[in-house]
C-alpha cells in the first residue's frame, strides 16, 4: 500500500487486491471443506467420514457425478453436477470440469483432456492391441480437425473397432454436457 501511495502506479493496487483475494480464498477453504455438519444421509451417500482420510472428502463432486472403474481423481479437484468421468480416466488433481471426461483419457487444465491414459490401460490389463485401438479412436475424434459429431460419424464409418473404442464413441456419443477438449 505504501508503494502504491508513494509510486502512483495503478498496477501495484491489482496486484494488492488479487494477494488479498488469495488470501481470503484460502482462509476459507478449511470452513469450506468442513463437512462435520452435513447430514447422515450426505455423508452415507458420498462415502465420506469427518475427520477420516476418504476419497470423498478430498474431491468435490457437485450433485450426481458419475465415475468409472479405474478412474484416479486428483486431489482438490472440482466436478459439476451431472458430469461423467469415464472408466480408467486419470484426473489431474486441483482442477475443476464442468465437462464429460471421455474414459481412457488423461486431463490438464480445467476442462481439457491432454491424451490416452497409456500407463493406467496397460495397469489394468488392456490388450496391447486394444490400447491401439484406443489411440487410433483418441486420435480419430480428438485430432482430426473435425467437430466432435463429424469426427464420430467419420471414425465410424471408417472401419470396425474393437469393443473399447466403440465404448469411448458411445460414451462421447452420449454426453448431455458436452466433453471436454483437447489440449
Not at 478412474?71 to 488433481?93: D, E, I, K, T
Not at 467419420?154 to 469411448?168: H, M
Request: with cysteine.
Amino acid at each position: 500500500q505504501l508503494q502504491a501511495n508513494e509510486l502512483g502506479h495503478p498496477e501495484t493496487l491489482t496486484r494488492i487486491a488479487q494477494y488479498e483475494l488469495a488470501f481470503r480464498m484460502q482462509a476459507s477453504v478449511p470452513e469450506a471443506m468442513d463437512i462435520s455438519k452435513e447430514p447422515a444421509s450426505v455423508l452415507e451417500a458420498y462415502g465420506a467420514k469427518p475427520g477420516e482420510s476418504s476419497f470423498a472428502n478430498n474431491c468435490l463432486l457437485a450433485g450426481y457425478v458419475e465415475v468409472g472403474d479405474g478412474s484416479v481423481l486428483g486431489g482438490g479437484s472440482v466436478y459439476h453436477q451431472f458430469l461423467r468421468v469415464g472408466p480408467y480416466a486419470m484426473v489431474r488433481g486441483g482442477t475443476g470440469f464442468s465437462k464429460d471426461i471421455p474414459p481412457y483419457l488423461t486431463t490438464g487444465v480445467p476442462n481439457t483432456v491432454t491424451g490416452l491414459n497409456s500407463i493406467g490401460l496397460k495397469r489394468a490389463g488392456f490388450s496391447l492391441e486394444a490400447r491401439k485401438e484406443i489411440k487410433a479412436a483418441y486420435r480419430a475424434v480428438f485430432r482430426s480437425g473435425r467437430n466432435v459429431s463429424d469426427a464420430l460419424a467419420a471414425a465410424r464409418a471408417e472401419r470396425t473397432w474393437c469393443p473399447e473404442a466403440e465404448f469411448f464413441f458411445d460414451f462421447i456419443a452420449q454426453s448431455k454436457r458436452g466433453i471436454c477438449s483437447a489440449s
